[in-house]
């Protein structure tokens, strides 16, 4: 076991040292040669060193650099060093993070890491907190929340009665909703298109003048960063507006909540804190291993109802039970890979990866404004929307330079122009990354370029 983990150390190893200087999308004859690891299923057993050597031979090459520091696609992190190694330990560990009795130090650990989250996030600490696949399942987790304390206040108990005659519920979301949010609401019985629209800004903003009537049995979701602008919604006057009517005010904060971390962010989560639930990623911008995600609700005991389930087998003590607050039994312990980062980082690295990925969209920004193309957006947090003129020619310039390979951006629509994404959320990139990927993207844009000579 020792040798075959050692030599999954030394080939991760060659993989991490040699991921920042290879193209970062694999070429179509690497990911034509995946077909060596299909086939029939084997008969017999083999030597798990071969299945190992096989998978780094033909996994290794066709996988997307997304770890390295020159990939700006969607909104994807790498992995912190102390991570990699916590996950890595926390691998061999296989620890059951449902119940304390199962794993002491998965929840122990968890505790902990969950305690600095609601800390670095200006959350209150006696907000009732669970561990999730990533944002989509967070949103669905602090709704679920959502929908039993809207519905309790009616005299419903949805956990028992499902929806089938329920009192009706009015969701409001801004008109530039992330669809993953969407797809929660359906998930929960509530339905992608009987929300409420809320009409957005240039940025991506919703409108708080346009907010609909609310009430009790209302939830409004705002936004703590768009996917495509970084921007934030108004959270202060939402939240007033909507606490006076007695509604829940849920957050969509999967990257843009982080920037709380960061003093010269943080103006851009001013009034998010006094929402009912926030959901957040631990993959994107703090760089942990896939998948993570974190769901907080103020009320811990909204979660808890909605998420607590008892048998006579499944024993529990009397600290808190993770499974109590995720739609998830039996997991991973995240949690671990979320306190190696905190405590390896501290606050001061937290703040100054924060602040050198939105100062590095900033320079890209500006070096693509300045190289005469237009940038769409606003650049407050760590994305970048620019246009290379036409829609054919901006997705000329994002397909060339995603077969050119010095570094991967995405395409977008944005209020009816197609843009490139540039979103800057790995902890490894560095000014001469910018530079490189800049002198990329200028050589392919200029190609189309018309010559003023
Ligand atoms: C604002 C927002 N919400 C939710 C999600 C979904 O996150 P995940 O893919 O981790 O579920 C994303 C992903 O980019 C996002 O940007």
């Known amino acids: 076991m020792k040798e075959l983990l050692m030599d999954a150390a030394e080939r991760a190893g060659r993989y991490v040292a040699c991921v920042g200087k290879r193209s970062v999308a694999p070429g179509p004859e690497e990911v034509m040669r995946l077909s060596a690891l299909g086939g029939s299923m084997p008969e017999g057993p083999s030597d798990p060193e071969r299945a190992l050597a096989l998978l780094d031979e033909f996994g290794s090459p066709a996988t997307v650099a997304s770890t390295g520091p020159r990939y700006f696609g969607f909104v994807i992190g790498g992995i ?27 929840t122990a650990v968890e505790d902990v890491a969950l305690g600095w989250l609601r800390e670095l996030l200006g959350l209150p600490q006696s907000c009732g907190v669970g561990f999730v696949t990533g944002a989509t399942m ?32 009015t969701v409001v979301v801004g008109d530039e909703v992330h669809v993953t949010l969407l797809k929660a609401l359906s998930l929960l019985g509530l339905g992608r298109a009987r929300v409420v629209r809320v009409p957005a800004d240039d940025q991506g903003r919703m409108r708080f003048g346009a907010l609909p009537p609310l009430d009790e049995r209302t939830i409004v979701c705002m936004q703590a960063g768009n996917v495509n602008t970084g921007a934030f919604d108004p959270a202060g006057e939402i939240c007033s507006r909507a606490h006076e009517a007695g509604a829940w005010v849920h957050v969509d904060g999967a990257f843009g909540l982080w920037a709380a971390a960061a003093p010269q962010r943080a103006h851009l989560t001013a009034g998010f ?11 994107k911008w703090l760089n942990v291993p896939y998948d993570s995600g974190v769901a907080v609700v103020r009320q811990a005991e909204h979660l808890r109802s909605a998420m607590a389930l008892s048998a006579a087998y499944l ?12 739609p998830e ?66 997705r000329r310039v994002i397909d060339d330079l995603q077969r050119e390979g010095t570094c991967w951006c995405g395409g977008t629509q944005w209020h009816g122009r197609t843009a490139m994404r540039i979103s800057v959320s790995n902890w490894a990139t560095t000014e001469v990354d910018v530079e490189h990927s800049l002198a990329a993207i200028l050589r392919i844009a200029k190609l189309g370029k018309p010559s003023t000579s």
């Not at 024993?315 to 995720?326: D, K, L, V």
Request: hydrophobic content about 45%; glycine content about 8%; aromatic content about 8%.
């Open 80 to 106: 912190l060093p102390a991570a990699l190694a916590a996950n890595w330990l926390a691998a061999a560990w296989d620890q059951n993070a449902a119940l304390s009795v199962m794993s002491p130090v998965a």
């Open 138 to 169: 967070a949103n669905f987790t602090c709704l679920a929340a959502a929908r039993h304390a809207v519905l309790g206040r009616a005299g419903w108990d949805v956990e028992q009665d499902g929806l089938f005659g329920a009192p009706p519920i």
């Open 273 to 283: 804190g006094n929402a009912d639930s926030w959901a957040t990623d631990c993959h």
């Open 315 to 326: 024993q529990t003590g009397g600290i808190r039970e993770p499974s109590h607050y995720t």
């Open 329 to 394: 039994v039996s997991r991973r312990a995240r949690g671990i890979e979320l306190w190696a980062a905190l405590r390896s980082l501290g606050r001061e690295g937290l703040k100054e990866m924060i602040e050198r990925n939105c100062r590095l969209a900033r320079s890209f920004a500006e070096c693509l404004q300045g190289a005469g193309f237009e940038v769409l957006n606003e650049v407050v947090l760590n994305q970048v929307l620019v246009s290379f003129g036409s829609a054919e020619e901006t």
